[in-house]
C-alpha cells in the first residue's frame, strides 16, 4: 500500500534520527506543524517546503514525496488567469502627484461593492480580479494624498482593500506575494488608528501564521488583538463586537489545527457567546462572523481535530442556504466533504463536494482540499467514481 506524504515523512525522520524538533527547526517550523503534517492533518507541504525538508533529512525529494510528486501541482492547483494583474498592482509603487486621488467616500462604496460581490458571485475570484488592481491603486494614492483625519481613513480603507486581495490571492501560488499583502495591511491598519481596521488587518494575519504551521505565532497575534479590543467591546458596534468574535475563533481554529482540543472548543464557546450578542442577521464582511457561522465553525474544528462523527453531527445543524456567501458556502460543504470522507462514505462525499461546486465553482476549483478529496474518490469505490469523474472534469483535474 502506498504510504501517505505523512507516514513517509516520519519514516524518513526516524531513520535519520531526528526529533520532530530538530527537523522543525531546520525547516522554520514548530515540532507540533511536523507532527500535524505526520498525522496528515494538514496537507503535504508546498515544493519550496519539501525541497527544505528533503535537505533536512538528506533525502531526494522524489523519495520523500512518492506517487505525490505526480500529483502535488495538481492538487495545489492552478494559478488564476488574472494573477499577473493583481501582482502588478499590488507590486507597482505609488506616487504623490502621479494621479490624482478618488474621494474617501467613493472609494468605501467601491470597496464595499467589491466585497459584496465577492460574497454573492459563483466566480468571485475572477470578479475580484476585475476590480482589485484599480482599487488597489487608488487606495494607496489615497493613503499617500490625504492629511489629517482623512488621511488616518485612508489607510484604513487601504489596509481593507488589501484585506480583499488577500483573498483572492488565498490558495494561489503566490506565497511571497501574500505575506506582503498581509504585512503592508497590518502597516496601513496601524497607521490609521481605527480598531476595526487593526481586528480586520490581524484577522487576516492570523490566517497567515496559521496556515503555514506557525501556530505559536499565530495564537499569540490573535491573544494579543483580543485582549487589546476586549475593553472596547461593552460598548462596540457590531461590526467590530463581530471582529472581536472572529478573533476568538481564530483561536480556536489555531488551536484545533495543533491538536488541542480542549482549547479549541473553549475559544469557539467564547466565539459562539460572542456571536449571540450580535443583531439578528448580522453578517460580518470580511470574516463571515455571524449567529449561523458559529455551527459551520463547529464543524471545522471538528474536522480538524479528527472528529468526524462530530463534524457531521454540528453539519446537521447547518443549512448550508442559509450562508449568506457563496464561497463561505462553499468552503462549509468541502468540510463536510472531508468529514464524510473520514467515515468512508464516498457518496456523501461526492455530493457535498458537488453542492459546494454549485455554491461557488472557483472555491472548490482552486481549494487544495477539494482537489486532493476529488482525486481520492477517483481511486475509491466504483459507487464514487462517476460523481468524482464528473467534479475531476469541472475542476479540471482531467480532461
Known amino acids: 500500500m502506498e504510504l501517505t506524504f505523512g ?8 531513520r535519520a534520527g531526528k526529533t520532530r524538533a530538530v527537523v522543525g527547526g531546520l525547516v522554520g517550523r514548530s515540532a507540533e506543524w511536523v507532527k500535524a503534517v505526520e498525522n496528515d492533518r494538514i496537507l503535504p507541504p508546498r515544493v519550496h517546503m519539501l525541497d527544505r525538508i528533503a535537505r533536512a533529512l538528506k533525502v531526494d525529494v522524489s523519495a520523500l514525496v512518492g506517487e505525490l510528486s505526480d500529483r502535488s501541482a495538481v ?12 501582482r502588478d498592482a499590488v507590486n ?3 506616487l504623490p502627484g502621479a494621479a490624482t486621488a478618488p474621494p474617501l467616500a467613493q472609494l468605501s462604496e467601491r470597496l464595499a461593492a467589491a466585497w459584496r460581490a465577492r460574497h454573492e458571485s459563483s466566480d468571485h475570484r475572477t470578479v475580484l480580479a476585475t476590480v482589485l488592481p484599480n482599487l488597489v491603486r487608488d487606495a494607496q494614492l489615497a493613503a499617500l494624498t490625504y492629511e489629517g483625519d482623512d488621511r488616518r481613513r485612508a489607510h484604513a480603507l487601504l489596509a481593507e482593500t488589501l484585506g480583499l486581495a488577500q483573498m483572492y490571492l488565498a490558495y494561489q501560488p503566490a506565497a511571497e506575494l501574500i505575506w506582503r499583502v498581509a504585512d503592508r495591511s497590518m502597516m496601513a491598519a496601524q497607521e490609521s488608528g481605527d480598531p476595526e481596521a487593526v481586528a480586520r488587518a490581524g484577522w487576516f494575519l492570523c490566517q497567515l501564521h496559521r496556515d503555514s504551521g506557525d501556530w505559536d505565532t499565530a495564537t499569540t497575534v490573535v491573544l494579543d488583538l483580543i485582549s487589546a479590543l476586549e475593553a472596547r467591546t461593552a460598548a462596540a458596534s457590531p461590526n467590530l463586537l463581530a471582529l472581536w468574535g472572529a478573533l476568538h475563533f481564530e483561536a480556536a481554529y489555531v488551536a484545533a489545527r495543533a491538536g488541542e482540543e480542549g482549547r479549541a472548543w473553549r ?8 456571536s449571540r450578542r450580535l443583531p439578528q442577521g448580522f453578517y460580518q464582511q470580511q470574516t463571515s462572523f455571524s449567529r449561523i457561522i458559529m455551527a459551520a465553525h463547529a464543524v471545522t474544528l ?3 481535530l479528527q472528529k468526524p462523527g462530530e463534524a457531521l453531527r454540528q453539519a446537521n445543524r447547518v443549512d448550508p442556504a442559509g450562508v449568506p456567501s457563496r464561497p463561505r458556502r462553499a468552503r462549509h460543504l468541502i468540510e463536510v466533504a472531508r468529514a464524510h470522507l473520514a467515515r468512508n462514505d464516498t457518496g456523501s462525499a461526492v455530493e457535498a463536494l458537488r453542492q459546494a461546486y454549485d455554491a461557488a465553482p472557483e472555491t472548490i476549483r482552486f481549494n487544495g482540499y477539494a482537489r486532493q478529496i476529488t482525486l481520492d474518490l477517483l481511486d475509491g469505490p466504483r459507487s464514487a467514481r462517476n460523481g468524482a469523474r464528473d467534479l475531476a472534469l469541472k475542476v479540471g483535474l482531467a480532461s
Open 267 to 274: 475559544y469557539w464557546d467564547l466565539a459562539d457567546d460572542v
Open 75 to 86: 492538487v495545489n492547483g492552478p494559478e488564476h488567469s488574472a494573477l499577473a494583474s493583481v
Open 7 to 14: 507516514q513517509r515523512l516520519k519514516l524518513y525522520r526516524e
Open 92 to 94: 507597482r509603487l505609488a
Open 302 to 304: 471538528a474536522v480538524e
